[in-house]
Antibody, heavy 118, light 107 residues
Framework: QVQLVQSGAEVKKPGASVKVSCKASGYTFTNYYIHWVRQAPGQGLEWVGIINPGGGSTSYAQKFQGRVTMTRDTSTSTVYMELSSLRSEDTAVYYC???????????WGQGTMVTVSS | DIQMTQSPSSLSASVGDRVTITCRASQSISSYLNWYQQKPGKAPKLLIYAASSLQSGVPSRFSGSGSGTDFTLTISSLQPEDFATYYCQQSYTTPLTFGQGTRLEIK
């Protein structure tokens, strides 16, 4: 079945980096863009950025420019999101999501909890 | 950035009730409006895309309407499994933005 499976929870110290993976299966990986969305504890949804698995092009929210890098590995149908210079405010669940018609997110990963704490 | 404002922020209702949630965009987004349902500890689930198109597998009691700046999500007859948080999202332009959410609780 069509699914996105993310890597496991991470605990990082302030100033460190984290790299979260999102493995796609059940569909043609290069045909659908992947977005990253985060959700701080008890808060709403925040868009981080998008990657085109086909060509590798990316676009990031201004808030994360310079700190986030999205990449993909077509051989394993996996996209990655790396966030650097972590601070406590980056503590959140990070989701990858596939965009379909109207750029709606029709398939979501299960989420990866990233905790930033000294 | 386009601001998305949902109302109400929370809502108490009973099984069988008809419920409407409103989403307003800070500028026109045509029909680039999507609705999601999220239950605690779970990823969001797509309900409605392009303002009024029902995602495959979603019950027909869910419907969406609107265009431009004003949109609504309606649940015609609430079921126990519908108690959750609902988010609207604009996909007209980046950065994609979400409403703050509407928490639907059991009365």
């Amino acid at each position: 079945q069509v699914q996105l499976v993310q890597s496991g929870a991470e605990v990082k110290k302030p100033g460190a980096s984290v790299k979260v993976s999102c493995k796609a299966s059940g569909y043609t990986f290069t045909n659908y863009y992947i977005h990253w969305v985060r959700q701080a504890p008890g808060q709403g949804l925040e868009w981080v950025g998008i990657i085109n698995p086909g060509g590798g092009s990316t676009s990031y929210a201004q808030k994360f420019q310079g700190r986030v890098t999205m990449t993909r590995d077509t051989s394993t149908s996996t996209v990655y999101m790396e966030l650097s210079s972590l601070r406590s405010e980056d503590t959140a669940v990070y989701y990858c999501a596939r965009s379909s018609v109207n750029d709606a997110f029709d398939i979501w990963g299960q989420g990866t909890m990233v905790t930033v704490s000294s | 950035d386009i601001q998305m404002t949902q109302s109400p922020s929370s809502l108490s209702a009973s099984v069988g009730d008809r419920v409407t949630i409103t989403c307003r965009a800070s500028q026109s987004i045509s029909s680039y409006l999507n609705w999601y349902q999220q239950k605690p500890g779970k990823a969001p689930k797509l309900l409605i895309y392009a303002a009024s198109s029902l995602q495959s597998g979603v019950p027909s009691r869910f419907s969406g309407s609107g265009s431009g700046t004003d949109f609504t999500l309606t649940i015609s007859s609430l079921q126990p499994e519908d108690f959750a948080t609902y988010y609207c999202q604009q996909s007209y332009t980046t950065p994609l933005t979400f409403g703050q959410g509407t928490r639907l609780e059991i009365k």
